[in-house]
């Protein structure tokens, strides 16, 4: 099931700069989208949603792009604190089903 | 700030055994789900529970996965005969409305170990 993909497993970014996360989906039925984050030993902890009525969401430092004719969602997080440093999960659904499709996750570090 | 728990956090049992995993989700919450995380990989989702009813399910969760609310605070995950490849972080999680109006609320997710 590679509904959803995060092609990057990693990314390390200095403090105080931008953190971009990339999402890929290949349902075009998806219409709603979230982003996790998830530390060590922990649960995954929502971070922002976007529906497909919209292109952007934006929430403090963290702001959601949704490109629907590419597939295509990503997360900026600016500016970068090394307490963001964790791993990062989209997910996409479909209104009619009550389930999300999950990447396999992007582990972000921002150096100090 | 209300949480989701999950009991144990750590469960180590043989294969064929059966297991229980537990969860208490929100009190308000009204819409439950069980997902599993296999070491390295993705989180999957298993199965969604509302009403006393399974809503959704996943090919992962067959004939020998089933849920259950037994009381009006538990929401339990039982493997009736574990496998190897049933090892894996299960997290459990709720929201007060259903997946496309309200965000899930994880809890910290109990490691099973089948050896």
């Known amino acids: 099931d590679q509904q959803v993909k995060q092609n990057s497993p990693s990314l390390s970014v200095q403090e105080g700069r931008i953190s971009i996360l990339n999402c890929d989906y290949t349902n075009s039925m998806f219409d709603y989208f979230l982003w996790y984050k998830k530390y060590p030993a922990e649960g995954p902890t929502f971070l922002i949603s976007?529906?497909?009525?919209?292109d952007k969401n934006e929430d403090g430092r963290f702001t959601v792009f949704l490109n629907k004719s590419a597939k295509h969602l990503s997360l900026h997080i600016v500016p970068s604190q090394p307490g963001d440093s964790a791993v990062y999960f989209c997910a996409a659904s479909h209104r009619n089903f009550n389930k999300f499709y999950f990447g396999s996750g992007t582990k972000l570090n921002v150096k100090p | 700030e209300p949480e989701v728990t999950q009991t144990p956090s750590h469960q180590v049992t043989q294969m064929g055994q059966e297991v229980i995993l537990r969860c208490v989700p929100i009190?308000?919450?009204?819409?439950f789900y069980w997902y599993r995380q296999i070491l390295g990989q993705k989180v999957e989702f298993l199965v969604s529970?509302?009403?006393?009813?399974?809503?959704?399910k996943s090919e992962i969760f067959d004939d020998q996965f089933s849920v259950e609310r037994p009381d009006g605070s538990n929401f339990t995950l039982k493997i009736r005969s574990t496998k190897l490849e049933d090892s894996a972080m299960y997290f459990c999680?709720?929201?007060?409305?259903?997946?496309?109006?309200?965000?899930?609320?994880f809890g910290p997710g109990t490691r099973l170990t089948v050896l």
């Open positions: 529970f509302y009403n006393n009813e399974i809503s959704e």
């Open positions: 976007i529906s497909s009525i919209k």
């Open positions: 009190s308000n919450h009204l819409y």
């Open positions: 999680a709720s929201s007060e409305q259903s997946l496309h109006t309200d965000t899930q609320y």
